[in-house]
């Protein structure tokens, strides 16, 4: 079994499915996409920046994703149409992985993970008005100490995670922190099946009990 095959069955073993199909039809709705691809046989992640011009959180590194609309026929469509609009990633490229547990932000968004593979030869096309910047990453970065730091800020992940990550390519330096990090982290932890060299916030073995847990206690407070 090669390494994407591994990552595959690693991620598959936590899919959501359809566990969380009963959530109130009224809550708001988004979707993140979370780009996967190999290079020089090493596992690397996509990120975008967002533009400087937008009025909520202008400038940060995040994951191509956005709000559900009515014509979306789930919340992986909901993703890639996102990525689509975002970075010009084509759809019918992508080859989705699955669904992880949803994340009800302080805002009181329900905001769903898509993990996916996409070809190492994609040349993102940034729309100039949300997207700023695309760069990748190894995965593995979001599992080391030497650029993390922690707040004592609780959040449904435990801890609120940052990390400072120095682009090669430009020499840029993103803080990749917040739900971005967070999601980072779980999905470098699950796909690579490798415990972080700091605190997680939650059980690697079953993950998805503890964020049920969770958003339930977050939705009963609505």
Known sequence: MDLKEKVIASLKKHASGDAFSRLPAALPKASVLIPLMLRHGELHALLTV????????????????????SGDTDETHTALREAEEEIGLPPHTVQVVCKLFPVLNKAGLLITPVVAFIESSFTPRPN????????TLPLEFFTKEADHSCYPVPSVFGPTHSFMYTDPRTGHIHQIWGLTAALAVTVAALALGKKPEFELGFDLDDPASAFRDVLNRRLSKL
């Open 128 to 135: 100039a008005d949300e997207v700023s910047e695309v760069f």
């Open 50 to 69: 967002r533009s400087i011009n937008l009025k909520h959180h202008a400038g940060e590194v995040c994951f191509p994703g956005g709000k559900s609309e």
